[in-house]
């Protein structure tokens, strides 16, 4: 019962913080509370009745589109003897012809008036970090060791956590983390963020040759540094954006801020017309690294790496030919107003004012019930007709009349080609994996990203997708799905839609020069000791 009354937040210091080991198994008393709740057999109809509500509201337009057909094929079938009739009556009926003009005119204003832009991708970039930044699970527990920093217990710790992580040999860390000793400071940290930022912001202008001068919208997010100047102005001066560019710098959001900015430039895009917006996800390591003994703030110095993606998005016309995907539904899902939620990932000194990132025991059931909502929120948008009426019947059958029958499970892969998911760590992959049924090929992009780069936190799911361009599997028309999940506790969906195929010919990505060497299998627990495949 003490640990059940323990104040959310501030788990215990001796604890095994679930996220990033396997899940336990279940025994005689239920399932382990590790794992993340069946989260389908538990629907609550007002995010079913939410789904509905985006799909109507968000899809007005389309009920015009049928009008307008159908007359129109009307108007196909006259003759040029019908028109002549019709010209005479007219003629001599001025309401009549008054009438019928305002009516057309209204109904194609509101068609224009309703429809919103639509939002393409034009193309993405993800950092690399230079050779000289990998760090071996070696050079780890090495570093770790020589800052006398850990008991001797806790270096065990970290290294089961390493041996269960996921996590590869070629991993990044920034300079200041890797040195020794190392140097956790502001210049070091906006040294990180430069490199990272401007590296993936030059990749991505060369790829498009659009001019920085052309960007009216800019959207960085990092979720724990936040210096001043922003990182957006890091950004704004170095390429010397224009003076009314709308600049926003997003803070304290988690792992998921990646989709948020994504849905705050769409909504910025739906009202400035022709633009282009940049948006720039990251985290930083240099002013985070946890250098204290709490086992709920060790995890993070365990899964989280150096990286960071920078996105093209565009609403002109124009660009859709030359555009990767088109953005068709963002879904975000935020449990902030339950201090279970609020609480299971938070940033804190521990009891010697050494600061870090807690993670809570009840992490994974947070997830679970945030994803639960997202899905349920999500499936209306995007599932096919016949999965949709299954679900509900059966959904209907159980809540309304208390029929005791198997709840349906709809088929996401129905739905999506491509499953872009946060890479968080293994067990949560694994959780997942179980609960929407998917096969080893969906969940492989998100869990050779989580091998070869670890949890680069928001930027984790663009090193996904661009794992599935390198390994040629996008066509045209392919849907996509990116579900990413984070600190307040946030759960935030982005779907796009394929507009052609990626020509591996040009293509540049951080997997083009390696890709050969995946998919490697990762096993259930790998010895300090070992060489990676």
Known sequence: MADQQEQIGRPNPDQTVPVSVEPRSQDSNGPSSHNLPNFLLSVRLKYVKLGYHYLISNAMFLLLVPLLGISSAHLSTLTARDLAQLWDQLRFNLVTVVLCSTLMVFL??????????????????????DPARICTRETFMERSELTTAFTEENLAFQRRILERSGLGQRTYLPEAVLRVPPNPCMEEARAEA???????VDQLLAKTGVKAKDIGILVVNCSLFNPTPSLSAMIVNHYKLRGNVLSYNLGGMGCSAGLISIDLAKQLLQVQPNSYALVVSMENITLNWYFGNDRSMLVSNCLFRMGGAAILLSNRSSDRRRSKYQLIHTVRTHKGSDDKSYGCVFQQEDEKKK???????????VAGEALK???????????????????????????VFKMKIRPYIPDFKLAFEHFCIHAGGRAVLDEIEKNLELTDWHMEPSRMTLYRFGNTSSSSLWYELAYSEAKGRIRK?????????GSGFKCNSAVWQALRAVDLAKEKNPWMDEIHEFPIHVPKAVSIGSTAK
């Open 355 to 365: 600061v870090g990132v807690s993670l809570s025991k009840d992490l994974m059931a």
């Open 373 to 399: 909502t997202n899905i349920t929120t999500l499936g209306p948008l995007v599932l096919p007709m016949s999965e949709q009426l299954l679900f509900f019947m059966t959904l209907v059958a159980r809540k």
């Open 108 to 129: 194609v204003t509101l068609y224009f008036m309703t429809r919103p832009r639509k939002v393409y991708l034009v193309d993405f970039a993800c950092y690399k970090p």
């Open 477 to 485: 028309g392919d849907r996509t799905w990116q579900i990413a999940f």
């Open 194 to 200: 430069e490199t990272v930022m401007f590296g993936a």
